[in-house]
């Protein structure tokens, strides 16, 4: 998947989105295109896909168990999202400019993020308290905006500063106007 989705990109920036067929990406990669559809569902996921989103599922598991959700939200975005992505810097930095670029992609990024919203908002009821009850997707859909601003921060400056930084930064900004714990 890694490997495709590199040489997908390289054919899109080269190409334009429009003009790249998914045959041609699996004849460069010298696989099948339905396999690559088997792996990605469709052609703007391959651009889309983030190989450490386990990492960060992980992660965010992890600190779930022992903060508050907020707090271990910040906490494992910060870690492992941000040290995962200054790791493969060059790479991922061009992936999130392509996306923040080119608009059917970036539009198939906001329909992800929704749906990843949905299922952060499941995963974060059970965790909070009687009273916080039924806010999971207001707490979901806050922390997943100050992610997106963020990535968007951090495409825009063409990675200044490291991603976990301004990460933290958007969290504490979050925080501080709204004084979420």
């Known amino acids: 998947m890694r490997e495709t989705q590199r040489a997908a990109l390289a054919m899109f920036e080269a190409r334009g989105f429009d003009d ?6 699996a004849a460069d990669v010298g696989i099948a295109a339905s396999t690559i559809y088997r792996h990605f569902e469709t052609k703007e996921a391959i651009v889309l896909w983030d190989e450490h ?9 992890r600190e779930l168990g022992h903060q508050p959700p907020f ?14 992505y200054d790791e493969d810097l060059d790479f991922q930095l061009r992936r999130v ?4 670029e080119t608009e059917q992609l970036h539009a198939a990024s906001v329909e992800t993020e929704y ?15 009687e009273r ?14 100050a992610l997106d601003v963020a990535f968007d921060r951090w495409q825009a400056s063409r990675a200044a500063r490291p991603l ?8 504490d900004t979050l925080e501080r106007l709204g004084s979420i714990r």
């Open 132 to 145: 916080d009850r039924g806010n999971g997707p207001l707490l979901a859909g806050a922390a997943m905006l």
């Open 115 to 129: 749906r990843q919203t949905l299922d952060l908002a499941d995963a974060l009821e059970p965790l909070l308290s």
């Open 97 to 100: 400019r392509y996306i923040y």
């Open 164 to 171: 976990g930084e301004i990460i933290g930064e958007a969290f």
């Open 20 to 25: 790249v067929t998914v045959a041609e990406i």
């Open 71 to 84: 707090a271990a939200m910040r906490a494992a975005f910060v870690a492992d999202l941000g040290a995962r």
């Open 53 to 61: 989103d386990d990492g960060i599922d992980e992660g965010l598991a």
